[in-house]
T-cell receptor, first 110, second 118 residues
Framework: RKEVEQDPGPFNVPEGATVAFNCTYSNSASQSFFWYRQDCRKEPKLLMS???SGNEDGRFTAQLNRASQYISLLIRDSKLSDSATYLC???????????FGRGTSLIVHP | NAGVTQTPKFQVLKTGQSMTLQCAQD?????MSWYRQDPGMGLRLIHYSVGAGITDQGEVPNGYNVSRSTTEDFPLRLLSAAPSQTSVYFC?????????????????FGEGSWLTVV
């Protein structure tokens, strides 16, 4: 079983739609969680950290469910510019090495 | 503010040639790492370092060497290039948390190095 799993997609949604991604992790001792965004042929960049109580940044909401060992990312009112790959990153649990999911591809169309 | 700088951005090698991908960061980060990314495979860790003089292997270290003589620099050497090493390579760095949560800090990536081995 992979340590961090994501549905690769692609998720194909119209502008204005709400879309959600989940990411499951296997190490119950994991302590920090992030969502990164990667545009085509570009480096990954931090989108947002995920806090235990959940957090929101504009149209983006991240949630953590420790009991079921998953994190989620909700994007409201999707824009064309949201088209990218979204990487889930899990850290801690006795290791200094962050673990990346393979990413979920989002395509927002007019 | 340079952040993480990788060179070269593009490189074509012949099978058997050696080369070094350079990576430098100006943020005084302790943790540096090299990843390769292939279509459908996600990011795979090649080697990493938690400080000057300390390196360790990641998931796919074969065919690559690293060294960390300074905090700023973390070069990746391909010893004898093979077509299977055709990929995009990312260098990354992060500060190492002093608290209870290791590496609970943003990971910064270089812009990537596109390598083709023919």
């Amino acid at each position: 079983r992979k340590e961090v799993e994501q549905d690769p997609g692609p998720f194909n949604v119209p502008e204005g739609a709400t879309v959600a991604f989940n990411c499951t992790y296997s190490n119950s001792a994991s302590q920090s969680f992030f969502w990164y965004r990667q545009d085509c042929r570009k480096e990954p960049k931090l989108l947002m950290s995920v806090y235990s109580s959940g957090n929101e940044d504009g149209r983006f909401t991240a949630q953590l469910n420790r009991a079921s060992q998953y994190i989620s990312l909700l994007i409201r009112d999707s824009k064309l510019s949201d088209s990218a790959t979204y990487l889930c990153v899990v850290n801690g649990g006795g290791s200094y090495i962050p673990t990346f999911g393979r990413g979920t591809s989002l395509i927002v169309h007019p | 503010n340079a952040g993480v700088t990788q060179t070269p951005k593009f490189q074509v090698l012949k099978t058997g040639q050696s080369m070094t991908l350079q990576c430098a960061q100006d943020m005084n980060h302790e943790y540096m790492s090299w990843y390769r990314q292939d279509p459908g495979m996600g990011l795979r860790l090649i080697h990493y370092s938690v400080g000057a003089g300390i390196t360790d292997q990641g998931e796919v270290p074969n065919g690559y060497n690293v060294s960390r003589s300074t905090t700023e620099d973390f070069p990746l050497r391909l010893l004898s290039a093979a077509p299977s090493q055709t990929s995009v390579y990312f260098c990354a760095s992060s500060s190492r948390s002093r608290g209870a949560i290791p590496l609970a800090n943003t990971i910064y990536f270089g812009e990537g190095s596109w390598l083709t081995v023919v």
